[in-house]
């Protein structure tokens, strides 16, 4: 019989039996709500030919529905303890690849039509989320922090928009799955959290992502400055060659990145030549 991995005191029980704790160095909060699960596996909308990745598995509590609806799942675990308990208990229902996520080739694990799922520990969501855009797949469905979700969302002249809310504009349509407060998982995150899903759709822009990125980080990586300075201290474009690029774009210097637009940032990139690198 499988275990009831939606109960705390099951979680509980079988992390004393492993003799591990959750590993705040490695964000881990165990997701113990039975409905939340289920919203999460619904939206990914899984038909058994479908693969999917998952990031995080911890002990499995989604994975045991992913093996029961598709015949290729896959999934990335940095916790050996955890990878061994997961290997033992599904054996060659998954394909676990035990590492860093940040370090995977999300490209070559999803293939051309993988399903992405996960559960992205808090201290590198926006690092993965930025890796699982560039990859791309054509659905994701992704646990996050609620204020990075709100990011991800967040239109031009909005406070909350930043360097992610352009990339996923970029890459993918998004929308809400559910919320999870923190009394759903294993231990309570300090948080609130919200389930999002991301649609990859066509290019919306003439530039490739490996030229519009480096643009949009640089104008948000110095968003208190304006566009001509940002560009200068983020990229090392030459103040000159800056302001022509921006006027060329038909963007006023002196703005600042947030009230850029897509589109705008897609003149930019044109106009910079920006270099195609990663």
């Known amino acids: 019989m499988e275990p009831k991995l939606t109960s705390p005191s099951v979680v509980r029980g079988i992390l004393d039996e492993l003799g591990l704790r959750p590993l705040k160095r490695l964000g881990q909060h165990f997701l113990v709500d039975f409905n939340a699960r289920e919203r999460i596996v619904a939206a990914l909308e899984l038909q058994p030919g479908d693969r999917v990745l998952e990031i995080g598995p911890g002990l499995g509590a989604l994975t045991q529905r992913l093996v029961e609806l598709c015949d290729d799942v896959r999934a990335i ?98 929308d809400s799955v559910t919320r999870v407060g923190a009394g759903l998982f294993y231990p309570p995150p300090q948080v609130g959290s919200q389930v999002i899903r991301l649609r990859a759709h066509a290019a919306r822009t003439t530039s490739p992502w490996t030229a519009i990125r480096p643009v949009v980080q640089a104008a948000f990586g110095y968003r208190r400055k304006t566009l001509e300075r940002a560009l200068e201290e983020g990229l090392g474009v030459d103040r000159e060659r800056g302001r022509t690029a921006l006027l060329a774009a038909d963007i006023d210097p002196k703005r600042r990145g947030e009230t850029l637009s897509l589109g705008e940032f897609d003149r930019l990139a044109g106009a910079l030549g920006a270099p195609a690198s990663d």
């Open 77 to 174: 675990e940095i916790d050996r303890a955890l990878a061994a308990y997961l290997r033992d208990r599904f054996g060659a229902r998954l394909q676990l690849h035990e590492g860093d996520a940040l370090e995977a080739d999300f490209r070559e694990l999803l293939g051309p039509a993988g399903k992405l799922v996960g559960n992205l520990p808090y201290y590198i969501s926006t690092a993965l989320v930025v890796r699982i855009l560039e990859a791309a797949p054509p659905l994701a469905v992704l646990m996050l922090q609620s204020e990075v979700a709100l990011r991800l969302s967040a239109p031009p002249g909005s406070p909350e928009r930043g360097a992610l809310s352009v990339l996923r504009e970029y890459a993918a349509d998004i």
